[in-house]
């Protein structure tokens, strides 16, 4: 049920150094777009007495996206940014996936794509997506930046590995190669307890070889299924040297399927819940693959990008 939200200060400091300083007492939060934060005020779970937003400092509304240099955007960037843009659907195909499938659609003209990360909520499916593009999360502070993968990001049940002093200035995503593609899936289920998770969500990334017959790279997630994301390395490891096939792509499924710990005492439910990560892990590999191979990746095209 909806509250009323408690008075609190904003303030919009111009520069990092102001906007930690303020965010450093207590009861203070840094904020970009706000769209988790004003649900958990509401619901009475989070309560500030002052809100730092990071809208109005310089130099973190940097994007680019370039099919050989990556892509990177900063904290400032929305996710409409992002969805709009011409070489994000089509190089990083799991991430604008994730993307067009928020709901409601208004986060995406709200929301930031490092604020949906920052706060590392179990169930959102932008971390899923970077999981599988292997991104870079920039973190820094007053003087200097460090860069952290992803896969350490997430440190505890919406905890990061930020440090205090510390905000996520931009994330970087490496370019895919010439012969790979990806792709993003997600079930909703029905909820038999609260705390339960409401969804599974799937990712995968997928490199051929020159022939496009055999997999030399990928990269299989399950999110939704615990605190952070799940690399299924188990997976990824049998998908290396293998044929591109769909029986190539039904075997790593189980593995997902049985490497998953389970989150309900109810075994029916287990059974169901597993069923569904091998549904899922299959069909994100076979499209990454799909589109791995009708991928056209001439040098000439890298001009266009903007």
């Known amino acids: 049920m909806a509250r009323v939200i408690q008075p609190f200060e904003f303030v919009e400091p111009s520069t990092i150094d102001e906007a930690l300083g303020l965010a450093s007492s207590e009861g203070s939060r840094l904020f970009a777009g706000g769209c988790e934060l004003v649900l958990s005020m509401r619901r009475g779970l989070a309560r ?8 109005g400092i310089t130099g973190l509304d940097g994007f680019r996206a370039h099919p050989k240099h ?4 900063g904290a400032q960037v929305k996710i409409r940014q992002l969805a709009n843009h011409i070489w994000v659907g089509k190089r990083w195909a ?20 490092v604020g949906n990360l920052c706060s590392a909520v179990p169930y959102y499916d932008l ?5 599988a593009h292997r991104a870079v999360i920039r973190i820094g502070d007053a003087s200097k930046v460090r860069d952290l993968p992803i896969d350490d990001f997430y440190v505890g049940s919406r905890l990061t590995a930020l440090k205090p002093g510390e905000m996520v200035t931009s994330v970087f995503v490496p370019p895919p190669v010439a012969d790979a593609g990806s792709a993003f899936k997600k079930i909703y289920k029905a909820r038999r307890r609260s705390e339960d998770l409401h969804k599974i ?5 997928v490199a051929l070889d020159a022939a496009k017959e055999a997999i030399v790279d990928a990269t299989l997630v399950v999110g939704s299924v615990g605190f952070k994301p799940v690399r299924i390395v188990e997976a990824e490891a049998a998908l290396i040297g293998k ?14 399927a049985g490497t998953v710990a389970p989150l309900t005492d109810a075994a029916w439910v287990e059974e169901i819940r597993s069923e569904w990560i091998r549904i899922l892990a299959r069909d994100v590999l076979e499209q990454a693959a ?17």
Do not use: C
């Open 127 to 131: 971390p899923t997506s970077l999981y």
């Open 48 to 55: 500030y007495n002052r809100l730092v937003s990071i809208m």
């Open 243 to 256: 044929p591109a096939s769909h029986a190539t792509y039904e075997a790593a499924a189980g593995i997902a």
């Open 290 to 306: 799909s589109r791995a191979r009708s991928r056209h990746d001439p040098a000439g095209d890298a001009h266009l990008a903007y």
């Open 70 to 73: 990556g892509l990177e955007f």
């Open 94 to 113: 799991a991430l604008h996936e994730a993307m067009e499938q928020l709901h409601p659609p208004h986060i995406m003209n709200m929301g930031t794509v």
């Open 201 to 205: 969500n799937a990712a995968a990334y």
